[in-house]
């Protein structure tokens, strides 16, 4: 994790029960479990357990690593916001596509990718556009994510760019899948 606030700190809420079986909430707090990537996306994780069905008595568990994918029969739910990747000022774009390559390098693929961040991930992605403009860059095709427009992302190779000049925040739960 890292030293910088967030964009703005979110708040959890959880209920529960009492001893008496009465619903209460047993937590009201910042979320701490949130980073920020050299591109500047910042990621919140909002709730993770580590199987299904999910106990009601149980709190998050903590994520193994800097916000990793859920493992075995887990979830994860999360909230990212991109920011604008300066689509249209070279200099930007490129120190945009160096921290990209960084991140991710070249995964997923046979070959090189000339798309910097192309990546894929052991989990299904079912994603919900809140605010914002999002481009999904896949192998073969993009297209431009707005709010109210969901993607079921499933381990595909794919990468993100915000084109736009406002930042783009996605709501995410990421459930672990194999690949065929």
């Not at 001893?19 to 909430?25: F, H, N, P, Q, T």
Request: charged share 25%; proline share 7%; with cysteine.
């Amino acid at each position: 994790m890292t030293s910088e606030e967030p964009y703005e700190p979110m708040r959890r809420v959880v209920t529960g029960e009492n001893a008496k079986g009465r619903s209460v909430i047993v937590s009201d707090a910042t979320i701490t479990d949130w980073v920020r990537r050299p591109t500047g996306l910042s990621i919140t994780e909002i709730w993770r357990t580590d199987s299904l069905p999910a106990r009601t008595g149980d709190m998050p568990s903590p994520p193994e690593g800097v916000l990793a994918a859920p493992t075995g029969q887990g979830v994860a739910f999360r909230i990212a916001v991109f920011p604008p990747d300066g689509g249209t000022n070279p200099e930007q774009m490129a120190e945009y596509e160096a921290s990209m390559r960084d991140l991710y390098g070249d995964q997923g693929g046979q070959q090189a990718s000339e798309v910097a961040g192309m990546h894929r991930t052991d989990t299904i992605d079912v994603m919900a556009i809140i605010d914002g403009e999002l481009c999904l860059l896949l192998d073969e095709g993009e297209t431009v994510l707005r709010p109210g427009d969901f993607l079921v992302q499933r381990g595909t190779r794919h990468a993100w760019r915000n084109r736009s000049d406002h930042s783009c925040t996605v709501v995410t739960a990421m459930l672990p899948a194999a690949r065929e």
